[in-house]
């Protein structure tokens, strides 16, 4: 058997990587139209940062793991294709803003339509909207010329979270593959059930139909981010009453219907999935007319772009209403622990909220370059998610630098703002921090990860995210 992958990013590239870990008997190859990306796959400098990847890469690497941008070679050869591509937010035409931008799965459709030559099963890994695989279907019949071809859609959407994906593909909750219901289809399910039974226990390989696979995908991200905003707006409460969020989290965590998981506040939830997602999910419910249910989930999102609007405004509201031309250390630019990705990171906002009240951020990330960080600050809404994507916004960066030390970006800072909860920052020196700051020197916790009690003595002013306020803040805070 082999399999290919179309599209070797942060899901087809460690996916198919533990595929073959696991099944060393198939060859699997992932394919990229991005010769940069495949190039580095290929070397020990792998284009995403992922804790332990690069060891299950270097084992099945050469062995029966391949990666190659020639796409049309393996796509022919494969029994099984795996499609992951980029499913981005339209920025433009009907849907604009919400929609999900299917170019990039229709032109892998269309590949792989015109160098079938032999029956094929294609599986969504990519997220997609609900009834996907009925389009994809009909672009891969349609654009066949081999009559005897025969297409099985399958939809087997990924659950890994980055900075934990070798520990979520190894142990996953569950595994899902969604079919057609027919022997064919049926069939199909089996015979990617099994690629995963090599190491997964039979239980965790859920079945459904098609469409319960497509939209549990959607909902689960859903549901997830539900939670963040629930306690991020818990936490606006909190700091209006004096009430602690972490404690009122680990109170309703313990009950085993709610769950301790997934409920701390923070500056915002970014990733490349939720808010695109949620939005996806929002635009399909308004396409079959169910409005109500569209603007109950806008709400998960709205309320996270508040939570990052309310971090800004705290910050310049506690710094005497006026940011103009100071330095605020930012902490972290990834947009969580343990990943260097970037994409839809509340720091984006964060830094453009700050920088245009005519502060000068000074960023420090242990695993994000200073390209990436450029190309971020200036790149327009929802454009990242496309390969090669444009910049417009440059003037952004007249008032970023970018620190590949954090004591040297706290150097003359007013503030600091902590944005990614890396665990490197709980371990430094604020005493000596502290002392190279302007005074009085604040800190901005974005994800409460600090020692507050500590700082306070140190002589920094803290404001913790759904904290009770220190009095300093109170007072100046308007
Ligand atoms: N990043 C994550 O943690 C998760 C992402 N997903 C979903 O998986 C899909 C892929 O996401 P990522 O891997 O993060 O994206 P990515 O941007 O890292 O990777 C997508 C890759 O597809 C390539 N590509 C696009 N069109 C192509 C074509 N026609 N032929 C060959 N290669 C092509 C791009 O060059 C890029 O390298 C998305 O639908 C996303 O929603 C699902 C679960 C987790
Ligand atoms: O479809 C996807 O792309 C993936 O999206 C998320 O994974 P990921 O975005 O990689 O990371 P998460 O751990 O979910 O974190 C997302 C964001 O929420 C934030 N977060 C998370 C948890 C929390 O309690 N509070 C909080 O603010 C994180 O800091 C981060 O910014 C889901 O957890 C995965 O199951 C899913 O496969």
């Known amino acids: 058997m082999k399999i290919a992958c179309i599209g070797a990013g942060y899901v087809g590239g460690p996916t198919m990587a533990m595929v073959a870990l696991k099944c060393p008997e198939i060859e699997v190859v992932v394919v990229d139209i991005n010769e940069e990306r495949i190039k580095a796959w290929n070397s020990d400098k792998l284009p995403i940062y992922e804790p332990g990847l690069l060891e299950v890469v270097q084992e099945a690497r050469g062995r029966n793991l391949f990666f190659s941008t020639d796409t049309k070679k393996h796509v022919g050869e494969a029994d099984i294709i795996f ?88 142990h996953p909750d569950r595994v899902l593959i969604g079919g057609a219901d027919t022997p064919s289809g049926q069939k199909a ?94 635009y399909v419910c308004e396409t079959v007319g169910l409005k109500e249910v569209a603007d109950y989930w806008y709400q998960v999102v709205s309320m996270n772009d508040y939570q990052k609007q309310r971090f800004v405004e705290r910050v310049i509201g506690a710094m005497f209403n006026t940011v103009s031309q100071k330095k605020i250390a930012i902490y972290g630019f990834a947009f969580k622990k343990d990943t260097g990705d970037t994409r839809e990171t509340p720091a984006i906002d964060v830094c453009k909220g700050l920088i245009r009240d005519g502060a000068k951020c000074c960023i420090y990330d242990p695993e994000v370059t200073p390209e990436q960080i450029f190309r971020d600050l200036s790149a327009p809404k929802f454009e990242w998610d496309r390969p090669n994507y444009s910049r417009s916004q440059s003037h952004m960066l007249e008032n970023v630098q970018v620190q590949s030390d954090p004591a040297a970006a706290a150097d003359g800072a007013h503030a600091i703002c902590v944005l990614t909860e890396w665990d490197e920052f709980k371990k430094y020196d604020f005493a000596a921090l502290y002392e190279k700051m302007v005074k009085p020197a604040f800190i901005f916790d974005g994800r409460n990860i600090l020692d507050h009690a500590k700082l306070r003595d140190i002589g920094f002013i803290v404001y913790a995210l759904g904290k009770p306020l220190d009095q300093f803040l109170q007072k100046n805070y308007s």
Do not use: M
């Not at 239980?203 to 997830?224: D, G």
């Open 189 to 282: 399910i089996q015979t990617l059930a099994e690629v995963y039974a090599h190491w997964i226990p039979r239980e965790r390989i859920l079945t459904a139909n098609l469409w319960s696979a497509e939209l549990a995908k959607l909902t689960a991200n859903a549901f997830l981010a539900q939670r963040i905003s629930s306690i991020n707006a818990i936490s606006a409460l909190c700091e209006a009453t004096g009430a602690d969020v972490s404690q009122v989290a680990h109170a309703i965590g313990t009950d085993s219907r709610i769950g301790g998981k997934f409920l701390n506040a923070s500056v915002g939830f970014g990733g490349s999935c939720f808010q695109k997602d949620i939005l996806n999910l929002c």
């Open 83 to 170: 499609v992951s591509v980029n499913t981005p937010t339209k920025t433009h035409g009907i849907g604009a803003g919400k929609a999900a931008d299917l170019t990039y799965w229709e032109g892998a459709a269309r590949l792989i339509a015109s160098v079938a030559t032999s029956s094929k099963i294609v599986v969504e890994k990519s997220t997609v909207p609900v009834k996907t695989a009925e389009a994809i279907g009909k672009v891969l019949r349609r654009n066949c010329q081999d009559p005897n071809v025969n297409f099985e859609i399958l939809s087997n959407p990924e659950f890994l979270a980055e900075g934990t994906a070798i520990e979520d593909l190894q």
